[in-house]
């Protein structure tokens, strides 16, 4: 099938590269790529956060969590490393829905109790070894596993509402792969914008992520990457304003500064801020309503704070759908 992907984020180019790997002819339309998508901001720890519902969420987080694990083994340049790390609680609970679907899970013990940032000691919560993406290298290694495995890639050229009604010729199938911008592209006003600010910081030898949402609005992680440590963070939701806010960015420095006080001398190496495209479900259906007529559309959007760690598994199922039509 001649398939049109809108969307450049992880979510879009996973989707295509499954498809050209499963013989399709695909073209990616964005409106930027790169640093100008919100995959470009995202910690890219593999961890299911603001994504419903839990069923497919962890069918598809296990289907990338396979994915991504096999990349750190056999593709260095992937960007992509598997990593252990702490989730702190407050209190002992039963363990998610996905801990079967991890490497070496278990409840934390007494020797590896931490001081979380607000000071306290943390009483409960688990370990396991996660996939981390460095979005910086791992974007560029998806757009170019794309374009030699025969697709195009057409930033600049991003689907309007206007244009809705048409498609190119030849166009069989579109996937709109669209994030935030299906609020005003599909009229999808379930879509909403949860506000993240991160810091990068530089890497003074840090190998373990740590995580504690003991407050759901400024959730406190550390992310390490080979060359950064990224550390955040907020989930402010219906904020649509994308500017740096420095009282956040000092506020997000003393959190994980106490929480991992190893980054107490780390530099800063900058700042950014992105807008997680939020909806009660994942909207991943086949509505050709979305398009123009005698093309099937998908839709493949509303991923949350769970883009990295759901893209493999959704595009398998969008890459399924498709091959049902051929």
């Known amino acids: 099938m001649r398939?049109?992907?809108?969307?450049?984020?992880?979510?879009?180019?996973?989707?295509?590269?499954?498809?050209?790997?499963?013989?399709?002819?695909?073209?990616?339309?964005?409106?930027?790529?790169?640093?100008?998508?919100?995959?470009?901001?995202?910690?890219?720890?593999?961890?299911p956060y603001l994504a419903a519902p839990a069923d497919a969420t962890r069918r598809w987080g296990a289907v990338t969590y396979e994915v991504l694990t096999s990349l750190a083994a056999s593709d260095p340049s992937a960007g992509v490393d598997l990593r252990r790390g702490f989730e702190l609680l407050d209190s002992s609970t039963d363990p998610p829905g996905w801990a079967d679907d991890v490497r070496g899970f278990r409840?934390?013990?007494?020797?590896?109790?931490?001081?979380?940032?607000?000071?306290?000691?943390?009483?409960?919560?688990?370990?396991?070894?996660?996939?981390?993406?460095?979005?910086?290298?791992?974007?560029?290694?998806?757009?170019?596993?794309?374009?030699?495995?025969?697709?195009?890639?057409?930033p600049d050229d991003v689907l309007t509402p206007a244009d809705l009604g048409s498609a190119r010729v030849g166009t069989q199938v579109r996937v709109l792969c669209t994030g935030l911008g299906s609020r005003d592209l599909l009229a999808?006003?379930?879509?909403?914008?949860?506000?993240?600010?991160?810091?990068?910081?530089?890497?003074?030898?840090?190998?373990?992520?740590?995580?504690?949402?003991?407050?759901?609005?400024?959730?406190?992680?550390v992310v390490p990457r080979?060359?950064?440590?990224?550390?955040?963070?907020?989930?402010?939701?219906?904020?649509?304003?994308?500017?740096?806010?420095?009282?956040?960015?000092?506020?997000?420095?003393?959190?994980?500064?106490?929480?991992?006080?190893?980054?107490?001398?780390?530099?800063?190496?900058?700042v950014r801020v992105g807008l997680r495209p939020v909806r009660p479900r994942v909207y991943l259906a086949r509505d050709d309503s979305l398009g123009p007529d005698g093309v099937a559309t998908i839709g493949c959007y509303g991923h949350g704070g769970a883009g990295v760690t759901l893209s493999w598994g959704c595009a398998e199922d969008v890459a399924t759908m498709v091959d049902e039509l051929s």
């Open 226 to 270: 080979r060359d950064v440590v990224v550390c955040g963070g907020t989930a402010l939701p219906d904020r649509w304003d994308d500017g740096v806010d420095d009282e956040t960015t000092h506020d997000i420095l003393a959190r994980c500064r106490a929480l991992v006080p190893g980054l107490a001398a780390a530099p800063v190496l900058g």
């Open 3 to 47: 398939v049109e992907v809108v969307g450049a984020g992880v979510i879009g180019l996973s989707t295509a590269l499954r498809l050209l790997q499963r013989g399709h002819e695909v073209t990616v339309r964005a409106a930027g790529t790169g640093e100008r998508t919100t995959s470009s901001v995202a910690a890219a720890l593999w961890y």
């Open 107 to 154: 409840a934390i013990v007494s020797a590896d109790r931490r001081r979380r940032g607000d000071g306290r000691a943390a009483l409960a919560g688990w370990t396991f070894e996660a996939p981390v993406a460095d979005m910086a290298v791992y974007l560029p290694w998806l757009t170019s596993q794309v374009v030699t495995a025969g697709g195009r890639v057409d």
């Open 188 to 221: 999808d006003t379930d879509v909403v914008p949860v506000r993240g600010q991160v810091v990068l910081l530089s890497q003074v030898g840090l190998s373990t992520w740590v995580l504690d949402e003991a407050d759901p609005q400024r959730p406190t992680y």
